[in-house]
Each structure stands twice: as structure tokens, then as C-alpha cells.
């Protein structure tokens, strides 16, 4: 596979480089500049997910990563159900994975891919979260042989179960909790990847969501869901995607230009840079703010130029999106909507992107929203906005009993070098 950095064509990469290097110079994103179309498509959608996936990616992928086959297999290890949530309506629940977020998909296919080009070279992975991202990580990596994962979150601001899924697996993952706010934990990671003779010592890597890897393992999903449907539901798909840095969208775009037929809808919170974008030309960020559907609070989505540029290889117009915007009054509406109406229980970001998706289908279309997160992360909001009680998945359960494992440290570059220098012993 050839990627190139869309801010400099001329350089060129391999999917193997640009998943080592994550970033390119000037830090331009890595992007392929043609897709070759599927050919078999209808057989394709014949197949179960793991042997479907495998030609996908090999597809993409071409002759690297000898062993992706393998690598599927083991990280694709759950299901991906399409779930019928109201008429002419399903939800892709993609949160059956060990964090119960999308996230596990990307996360666990890069932490093999990663274990798989490393070659004799340890690595150590540096990220730092405001809840899912982490967890996923820390969870996808665990006990992969030579590489060690340090996250790092701010004190007290993130929910306890998502503080539980990354501090209590121990091992080869530390649970740095910082003294102080999340801006703060991502600048220290910022100062460690700058601190070019630290990140050479300790094969840094950053595992963040700009990761070609992750955005390819996300493409498979789409063509899962599309395969659940009958021959005439196919015909008609559209897409609504919960959007947060565009990831997400992105892979299914990608999914578009390998063959699949669908259209997509934009869906965000009141974080709407896009959707004002794409009705007035002009791209004006805002100050981020904070909303229920937290992990969509993002006002510069970093995967965006990947989105234009897909849409400029392919000559797909802007103008062919459909999106839409929620504050958290409306979100909170729809939720309680769809519980009264088929009794599907949404989290906040997946209610969005059913709205913007009603809003926006049309006679004879099949719509399918991605369920993004599983209710119970956002259980104590959920509980509330519907008057009701959820349980907790069983692997939630018990690993909410176990004991944390984090080290606490104040907001100090030289002091979380110390620690992980120590901790790798070096
Ligand atoms: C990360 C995340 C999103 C946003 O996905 P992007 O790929 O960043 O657009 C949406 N919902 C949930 C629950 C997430 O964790």
C-alpha cells in the first residue's frame, strides 16, 4: 500500500512506515491517493465477518504484514450486530468489544499490526485520555509481547469505570493519574514526543486516532453491516455517523470508494464546525465545549482534510452529505423519543446520529446508525434522562470490583520521564 502526506506529496510511505511513524512531516495525515474498487463484491457480502475482513484489508493492505491474516482473526473477536431500533431504522452496535466502545476495533487490530512491524524493536506507547481512547488502548495492548503502554489522565475528571478499565489491568500498562486537567496530561505527551533523544531511547509511539491502522481496521464494519441486511434493504443504505475527529466517517467513506453503496449523514453535537461548514463555506471553529456526548467535543476534527481529500479523488461534492447538529436538550428528547416508541435504549451519541438519520431518510431508504459506546458507559446519564436502571455488562462488573493500579503524579515533564524511565528500566 502507497500513503502519502497530504500536506507534502512528495512524501511517500508504506502502510508498514505509516503505522510506525503515525504522523508525517509538518504534521500532514498519511493517505493512499487512489482506491481500487472491490470486484467481487456480492461474494464478499456472502461471507462471515473475519474471512470478509481478511480480503478487505489484504485488498487494501497489498503484500505487507505477512501475518494479517492472523491478525484479524485475533482481534476481531466479537460481533458487530445490526439491531433493529425503530421503522426502516437499525443501530450498528459496534460496542461488544472488551471496552464496549467502537474504539476496540481500531485499537486491537493496531496494537497486532504494531506487534506484527516492530521487528527486535521495543516500543512504548504514550497517550493520553479524557475516557475511551485510553481505555481501548490500555486494553488492546495488554500483555502484547514488547510493547509497553503509559496512559495518562487527568485526576478525578474521568468517570470511575472508565478510570477502572485502564488502571486495574497492570502488567505491561501504567495508569499515570496527573494532577491536574486534560490539556495538561496532552501536553506532556506533546513534550515527550518533542524530546527527540527520549523518544528514540524508548521507541515512542503515540496509538492515537490520526493512525492509518486504526482508520482501515474501521472500514470492515461497514460492509458487516451492510451484509446483515436483505437483498432490498441494500439497495437504499444510508449511513448517520456519530462524529467526533472523523475517524469514523473517514473508513466509511473508504468503504464507499472500495464499492460499497450507501450515502452518509454528518451527525454532531453542538460542536458543529462541520455541519457549519458544509452550509456556509466557510470553516469557523468555535470554542469547544463540554456536552453529554463528550467524546464527539471536538471542534478541529484531525481526520477532516482526509475527508476532502477522498471526496476530491473520488469527485464526490460536499454538497452530497446530509448532516445535522443536537444540543443536549435535543438529545435528551430523542432518547426519551426512541425508548417510549420501540423501547431501543440509546447513549447520547448514537441518539444524535438516529435523529440526524430520521430527519434525513426517505421513502424506500434503509438507515443505520452507529452505536458508538455501550448505554452503560454513560450509565448514570442514560439512568437518568429515561427513569430506568441499567445493568452492567458482566465484564464490566467484574472489573469494576478489582483494585486500581495507577501512580499519581503532579503535571511535571521531568518527573514522568523519571517514572517511565524507571519503570522500563532503563
Ligand atoms: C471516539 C468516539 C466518537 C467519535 O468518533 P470519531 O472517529 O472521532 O469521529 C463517537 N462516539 C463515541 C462513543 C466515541 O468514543
Redesign the pocket.
Known sequence: MELFNLKDHNEQVSFTEAVLRGIGREQGLFFPDRIEPLSDLDELLSLPLVPRSQRILRHLIGSEIPNLEAIIEDAFSFRAPVVKADENIYCLELFHGPTL???DFGARFMARVLGSVRGEQHLTILTATS???GAAVAAAFYEQPGIDVVVLYPEGKISVLQEKLIATLGKNVRAVRIKGIFDECQDLVKTAFDDLSFKQQIGLNSAN?INISRLLAQVCYYFEAVAQLDEKEREHVVFS??????????AGLVAKALGLKARFVISCNANDTVPRYLKSGVWDPHQTIATL?N??D?SR?N?WPRVEALCRMMGWPLSSFDYGSMTDSETEETMRRLYQKTGYIA?P?AAIAYQTLQNSLKPGETGIFLG??HPA?FKSDVERILSTSLELPQTLQQRSQLPLKAVSLPADYAGLKAYILKELGR
Open positions: 466502545a467502537f474504539k475516557g475511551d481512547t486516532s455517523v456519530p462524529c467526533g475527529n472523523f475517524g469514523n466517517l473517514t456526548s467524546a464527539m471536538i476534527p481526520n447513549e451519541h458508538t459506546a458507559k
